[in-house]
């Protein structure tokens, strides 16, 4: 490895020299790509499995290889310029350089410039391919892999044939040095080795990709054994057999993850893996109480097997997860889990490799019923995740599969009860179960069908979140007259849609306040609609109701961020009492006195309250304005682990209550009752950071207060009852503010802000040390003046204290208070529907221009930049310009992206918070790797223009590559400019105002 850098880094300075050097590009050829290859067999990509461990490994089933052609073919749309590896990157950068160089001369020799003689490194390179082919075949000959074997030659084919025209160019120019034909077939040459080391690379990845999935699949496939277990020595058996496998996933996993370029897949892949350690060190003492449980006939088993079969589930659908991830080639840097398409690959994903299980349970007439892993967790979880892909379908494909949906469920519940009855021989339950295959099969196929339709439909729809939505709104009605296919108009109306489901989970006056603001937006909207629908969207008066609107939906959406606050300050002000309850009562001593009933309120309390924890933190995710992707995919993916992990702590606590003494149940227990604790920790400080603080912190005093004038009515008529409930909640919310400040200060490294925050939580804390002493004194003696006095007196002291930690928390934003400055408005195209790039490049320009660029580089540059994107767009479409133009504005793009990249890192690392600060610099540090990927396809598309022998499709997979990256660089750079006006906002003290944040228009149209 170091000889073979070294030796690259040669050629690099080699290619400093001046004129396209072909003999570079051997070298690259001819080190690059064979090392990537060695490597592999090397054991730096492809890990070599143990001797011992061979037979777990074992074979691709027909369906694995048949599930994979499938992928390939569904994906090649943007396979063959993917550059989701270090390693695909670092090969083709370099020879995407020289192509570059190479289309350079060629538009010079346009001009009437000779071209160089190429033949004796174009016989070079002609060797170095032969040789690239020759170590392919050595690899083919040993590899397993059917697919690999089919597709390797095709890659070979068009290397070869590549070199063989840049040998037939070499000897024509030769000839002639002016030769029109030989520059074309030097282009096409050069494109092709361009492109055949792309698939060369890709479809090799793939290959690796299918061992690593191999070893995931054999994990998979043995996991259901546990159904079967029942003795303990089965059990060790049983996890001596799994944990080869899975430290072999790991390993596999970790030399993976470290090599993409991607760092959402990156992520992904290191948090699944993760919660498959977790959840599989917790795996032994599940079991340990499952069979403890199955001694005694008369013991809760169900619960017992639905504790085992979901915690099984849940390593199985990390497994899916990670399947599904190790597959994906490409990153959309505006998706979000809640994308209907990201949505349907993950329910496409699931359904496929549930399929098998569900089939087996059908098949087995002796398979158990109910919360079964075959039954609940693969047949009825396909179900389920078909309801979401049809859900997401329009016509009658939705239609279609809703109709099977409802006609499996009714078969499988009918299916189920026999079952469940001991009747699963019977010849109806066996009849019953061979009718569910076929529509099952069906579904198989219009499942697949729909999510491959709606990826090639490129239907725009309304961003998932309340943040996206109201974007996608401004855009519009900046200019109502822009044709952006209803985009803006659909966001108006979800934004309502939104804004009503919220109205329905609040109490009077607020609710009629926010629907009375849906009803105006709505209204309006409808008229502004009518005028551009006449023609008249440019006209005067469009452009004031516009503006009208935009106020309006301002309006709205600050109401919408209210209306979350209060719900939050009430219903996260105690997130652990039910909880509490409810462990004790699982616990209770078997002598105790109606211990089961008193079990049973307690579990529906905590059950109801966790279903309103996780719907109100839903509501946050759905309705709130935060921006922070991470934040509001973390809140949804919390909220759903917490949903499915209630019903199992009731499981694990009647267990207990069964088993009282058992210390294996009891174990058992505590990890479920920890794992909920754990999440609803995380959950609640998730909700913490996607609202703001000092608007937390009000709602609280706005409560405390509301709650303080019932504690005064309830003293006045001696309701202890309510006495004493009225301040536990002002005590829970002054505790939760104390938490948050907390937080605030633990994440600052402004030492002045820590000490005023600090100090004013001291303060706080013993404000509610004294109140709740002055509770008890009022409980015990209601009618006693001096009691009352003093609660009333640290009742108000208390108040003071959360009052005083707002103000410590509450930091002003000196770069806002720069003055807005008149500047020069740049004319920017409107973009049509049919312009991906331009449309990409709008909103950056939208998100850019919101701000004076006086005083401001980053805000300068992300404007340049947007302007660059534009002619890229022109140039894509071909509106002028040539092969060289296209290059020289990719790579004026990258040095942009560079500097916005630096001034960012300056930004982020005079920032205090320390939050702020990691987004910011995780968001900036992908600008530099999209900016590369978009140079090299960009240099691809290069060598298409003009040409009229390129092949159609090529020719869209480029396009399509080409907008992708262009898409993630704008999305990029337009979170940058945000992230860095926040970071703006805690600037250390010795820093100074670096930027100034000066709004060109009036703040109610960015608000």
Not at 12 to 36: E, H, Y
Not at 129 to 156: C, H, R, W, Y
Not at 570 to 592: C, E, G, I, R, W
Not at 602 to 618: I, M, P, R, V
Request: aromatic fraction near 4%; charge should be neutral; hydrophobic fraction near 40%.
């Amino acid at each position: 490895m170091p000889a073979k850098t070294g030796q690259f880094r040669v050629c690099w300075r080699n290619m400093a020299a001046g004129c396209w050097k072909a003999s570079a590009l051997v070298c690259l050829l001819n080190l690059l790509v064979p090392w990537t290859l060695v490597a592999s067999e090397s054991g730096v990509v492809n890990t070599v499995h143990s001797a011992e461990f061979e037979d777990f490994i074992g074979s691709p089933s027909t369906l694995t290889a048949v599930y994979f052609h499938k992928r390939q073919n569904a994906g090649s749309s943007q396979g063959l310029f993917a550059m989701h590896t270090k390693t695909i990157e670092s090969i083709l950068e370099p020879v995407a350089q020289q192509v570059s160089q190479l289309v350079i001369q060629y538009e010079e020799a346009e001009e009437g410039n000779a071209m160089p003689d190429l033949a004796q490194p174009v016989q070079a390179l002609r060797a170095a391919v032969q040789n690239l082919v020759a170590v392919g075949k050595e690899t083919l000959k040993t590899s397993k892999d059917e697919i690999l074997k089919q597709e390797m030659p095709i890659a070979f084919s068009r290397v070869e044939e590549a070199s063989h025209l840049l040998v037939d160019a070499s000897d024509m120019l030769r000839a002639n040095p002016y030769s029109r034909p030989a520059r074309e077939k030097l282009i096409d040459g050069a494109r092709g080795i361009l492109s055949g080391t792309s698939q060369l690379l890709l479809t090799f990845d793939e290959g690796e990709v299918r061992k690593i999935i191999r070893v995931c699949k054999n994990v998979l496939e043995y996991l259901p054994v546990s159904e079967v277990l029942k003795s303990l020595p089965d059990t060790v058996t049983f996890i001596k057999n799994l944990f080869p496998g899975l430290l072999n996933m790991a390993k596999k996993m970790d030399a993976r993850s470290e090599d993409l370029t991607h760092q959402q897949h990156r992520e992904s892949l290191a948090h699944s893996l993760q919660v498959v350690k977790h959840l599989v060190t917790a795996f032994p003492n599940v079991m340990r109480a499952y069979i403890s449980i199955l001694k005694d006939k008369n013991s809760p088993r169900a619960e017992a097997l639905a504790n085992r079969n979901y915690l099984v589930n849940r390593i199985l659908a990390e497994i899916i997860e990670i399947i599904r991830v190790l597959q994906l080639t490409t990153y959309d840097e505006d998706s979000y889990d809640a994308d209907d398409m990201t949505v349907m690959k993950k329910a496409l994903a699931s359904f496929m490799f549930r399929l098998k299980p569900a089939r087996d349970w059908l098949q087995n007439p002796d398979a158990e019923a109910g919360s079964s892993i075959g039954e609940k967790y693969s047949l009825r979880q396909i179900m389920e995740d078909a309801r979401r892909i049809g859900e997401r379908c329009v016509g009658p494909e939705r239609d279609e599969i809703l109709r099977l949906c409802r006609e499996l469920t009714a078969m499988v519940d009918q299916l189920s009860n026999l079952r469940a009855r001991g009747l699963g021989s019977s010849p109806e339950a066996i009849n019953l179960s061979r009718q569910i295959i076929k529509p099952l099969m069906d579904m198989d196929k219009r499942v697949q069908q729909a999510v491959s339709n709606f990826q090639q439909s490129g239907i725009r729809k309304p961003a998932p979140t309340i943040a996206g939505k109201m974007e996608q709104a401004m855009i519009w009605l900046s200019a109502p007259a822009m044709d952006d296919k209803g985009l803006g108009q659909q966001a108006v109306h979800e934004l309502v849609r939104e804004g009503r489901k919220l109205a329905q989970t609040c109490q009077e006056p607020d609710r009629s306040d926010l629907l009375r603001k849906c009803d105006s937006v709505e209204r309006l909207t409808r008229q502004l609609a009518d005028l551009v629908n006449q023609g008249k969207g440019d006209s005067p008066e469009a452009q004031e109701l516009a503006r009208t609107v935009q106020e309006k939906l301002n309006d709205l959406r600050k109401k919408m961020d209210d209306t979350l606050v209060k719900q939050i300050a009430d219903v996260f002000m105690d997130t652990t009492t039910a909880h509490k309850q409810l462990s004790n009562a699982a616990h209770a001593p078997a002598d105790a006195p109606n211990r089961e009933p008193e079990f049973g309120d307690k579990a529906g309390n905590f059950d109801q309250h966790s279903a309103l924890l996780t719907q109100t933190a839903g509501r946050v995710a759905d309705a709130g304005s935060c921006q922070n992707k991470k934040t509001l995919e973390g809140i949804k993916s919390t909220a759903g682990v917490i949903r499915d992990l209630t019903p199992q702590i009731i499981y694990a606590g009647k267990i207990l209550l069964f088993a009282p003494v058992d210390k294996v149940i009891s174990a058992h227990f505590e990890f479920m009752k920890t794992e909920w604790m754990t999440n609803m920790d995380k959950l609640t400080s998730l909700v913490d950071d996607a609202v703001d603080t000092v608007a937390f912190i009000k709602a609280c005093e706005e409560a405390n207060a509301r709650d303080s004038e019932m504690v005064k009515v309830a003293i006045r008529n001696v309701q202890v009852q309510s006495v004493v409930k009225g301040i536990s909640n002002i005590a829970r919310r002054a505790t939760r503010v104390k938490m948050v400040a907390e937080r605030e200060a633990e994440n600052s490294e402004d030492p002045k802000f820590v000490d005023r925050v600090n100090d004013a939580t001291d303060t706080l804390s013993r404000s509610i040390s004294a109140i709740v002493q002055d509770t008890k004194s009022v409980a015990i003696n209601p009618n006693d003046p001096n009691s009352q006095g003093r609660y009333f007196d640290s009742n108000t002291k208390l108040r003071d204290a959360v009052a005083g930690v707002r103000e410590a928390i509450t930091v002003v934003d000196k770069a806002a208070l720069a003055a807005a400055q008149k500047e020069e408005e740049v004319a920017f195209p409107t973009p049509k529907p049919n312009q991906p790039i331009m449309v990409a490049a709008h909103q950056l320009h939208f998100e850019a221009q919101k701000w004076s660029s006086k005083g401001n580089e980053i805000v300068a540059a992300a404007k340049k930049m947007a302007l660059l994107m534009a002619e890229m767009s022109r140039l894509v479409r071909g509106e002028g310009g040539n092969k060289r133009d296209l290059i020289r504005v990719a790579k004026e793009i990258a040095l942009v992206a560079d500097k916005v990249m630096r001034l960012a890192k300056e930004v982020a690392e005079q920032s205090t918070d320390k939050r702020i600060r990691t987004n910011l610099l995780q968001v900036c540090e992908r600008i530099p790797t999209i900016s590369t990927q978009l140079k090299i396809l960009s240099t691809v598309k290069a060598t298409m223009i003009g040409q009229s022998n390129v092949d159609s499709k090529e020719v869209d997979q480029a396009t399509e590559m080409l907008v992708h990256y262009a898409r993630n660089l704008m999305q990029s750079v337009k979170e940058t400019v945000r992230k860095a006006k926040a970071a703006s906002i805690k600037i250390r003290t010795d820093a100074g105002i670096t930027l100034r944040w000066a709004r060109k228009k009036p703040w109610y149209m960015y608000q």
